[in-house]
């Protein structure tokens, strides 16, 4: 049902995106009506053509077949998912150091006291 749903949709799109791009637009005329043309510039267009009657009615569709798909993918299974997945394994234990033998922050040493860097040379 999805799936022939997700069909329909994404045909009304296509066609819905077509019959626009093939309509005149209200606004071409602006610079004619400025110009002594006898068309008022946001008069009435009179009767609907039938690509106006197309586009209401492919828009209608459209916003139908999104409704219903979107009500349809919030009812739509109840799995995670993450179900197939397997669990991971238990962790290894953390290896405790005892306080003693942490490490502490090395200190600077004042010059001359205590044995030389050692470095090596090649």
């Given at each position: 049902m999805i799936t022939l749903l997700t069909i329909l949709h994404v045909l009304v799109c296509l066609f819905l995106v077509g019959i626009v791009l093939l309509q005149h637009g209200k606004g071409a005329d602006v610079g004619a009506s400025f110009g002594g043309s006898s068309q008022s510039l946001f008069g009435t267009e009179g009767p609907l053509s039938l690509l106006s009657k197309m586009t209401t009615t492919a828009a209608v569709v459209f916003m139908v077949t999104s409704v219903a798909l979107a009500y349809?993918?919030?009812?739509?299974?109840?799995?995670?998912?993450m179900s197939g997945v397997a669990a991971p394994a238990a962790p290894v234990a953390e290896q405790?150091?005892?306080a003693d033998q942490e490490t502490a922050p090395v200190q600077?040493?004042?010059f001359g006291s205590g044995p030389?860097?050692?470095?090596?040379?090649?």
């Open positions: 349809l993918s919030s009812h739509t299974g109840t799995g995670s998912v405790v150091i005892p600077a040493q004042e030389a860097p050692v470095t090596e040379e090649k």
